[in-house]
């Protein structure tokens, strides 16, 4: 929001495009998500936003960046005069993360195994892990962290 309009309005569309490729059952990313692809990149290209001329792809993020087109910013020029007016009504009251802090997007998990031989394996939240044990419907043991 500190950035403005232009750039709440570009971050909704770069969301739109992933639940346009989601709707269509079509895998816009790669690499667990981290590296967005030409499905994406068209399907933001649909809902408003441009790769700009000249731009390459980012080195493990693919077509991260698309901006806001001309024609997005025309389109919803009352859609970003509102939200000038709502991010000036509400970040005053807002506490952020100060500009350049890093916010990990992935929550560390565990990775729990049973006994079995070869034992199975899965990923799990920390919180989720903690709320009891689960247990291995094969070797009848808990999982338990790798």
Same mark, same amino acid.
């Given at each position: ?14 969301e739109a495009a992933h639940v346009l490729n989601w709707v269509r059952d079509r895998a816009d990313t790669t690499m667990r998500g981290a590296y967005h692809n030409q499905t994406f990149l068209s399907a933001a290209e649909e ?7 000249? @731009? ?7 077509? $991260?960046? +698309?901006? %806001?087109?001309?024609? !997005?910013?025309?389109? &919803?020029?009352?859609?970003? @005069? ?7 009504? $509400?970040? +005053?009251? %807002?506490?952020?993360? !100060?500009?350049?802090? &890093? ?14 031989? +070869? ?28």
């Amino acid at each position: 929001m500190r950035e403005g309009p232009e750039a709440v309005l570009e971050h909704v569309l770069h969301e739109a495009a992933h639940v346009l490729n989601w709707v269509r059952d079509r895998a816009d990313t790669t690499m667990r998500g981290a590296y967005h692809n030409q499905t994406f990149l068209s399907a933001a290209e649909e809902v408003g936003l441009a790769w700009p001329e000249g @731009a390459t792809r980012v080195q493990g993020k693919g077509y $991260v960046n +698309p901006v %806001l087109s001309n024609e !997005a910013r025309r389109r &919803h020029q009352k859609d970003l @005069a509102a939200l000038d007016d709502a991010i000036a009504a $509400v970040l +005053p009251h %807002l506490v952020l993360p !100060a500009s350049g802090s &890093h916010v990990d997007r992935t929550p560390a998990r565990l990775t729990l195994k049973c006994q079995c031989e +070869p034992p199975r394996t899965f990923r799990i939240s920390r919180t989720v892990a903690a709320a009891g044990p689960i247990i291995c419907g094969v070797c009848k043991k808990p999982f338990t962290e790798d």
